[in-house]
């Protein structure tokens, strides 16, 4: 039966470890699995591969927090609960009939400046300069 280990494990420090710990468990790892300490074994070798690893996902802010949420240490922030819920809005319908005579009375109006302000354009004659 093999047991699978994360990087935490490895380095035998807590999840909520601070890099100057973690620097601090991966020298004294390497001391113990440095391959000229252990003339060259290959396990000792792939073992102080895997400390540098760890030891560099571990103090890069970046990196730890995609490994924490692939572990699962923590859990991914739900991008949609920064934002509420929308307030339920109210509608209020307005049943009541527009006044006829005064819809009457604007277009009127409307009409009226219209013509005016036509007028008033025609009856101006452009400027001619004579030479």
């Not at 039966?1 to 020298?27: C, E, G, P």
């Not at 440095?34 to 970046?62: E, I």
């Not at 609960?81 to 109210?90: C, D, I, N, Q, S």
């Amino acid at each position: 039966m093999s047991q699978f280990f994360n990087y935490y494990q490895l380095l035998d420090v807590s999840t909520t470890a601070s890099t100057r710990q973690i620097n601090l468990a991966y020298k004294k790892k390497a001391l113990i699995y440095h391959p000229d300490k252990n003339g060259g074994s290959q396990v000792a070798n792939d073992m102080f591969k895997l400390l540098n690893n760890a030891k560099d996902c571990l103090t890069n802010p970046s990196e730890r927090l995609r490994y924490d949420y692939e572990i699962g240490v923590k859990s991914k922030p739900n991008p949609r609960a920064e934002y509420k819920t929308e307030p339920e809005v109210e509608y209020v319908v307005i049943k009541e009939e527009p006044d006829l005579k005064e819809t009457i009375q604007l277009g009127l109006a409307a009409l009226a400046v219209g013509y005016a302000f036509g007028r008033i354009r025609k009856s101006r004659k452009p400027n001619k300069r004579k030479k």
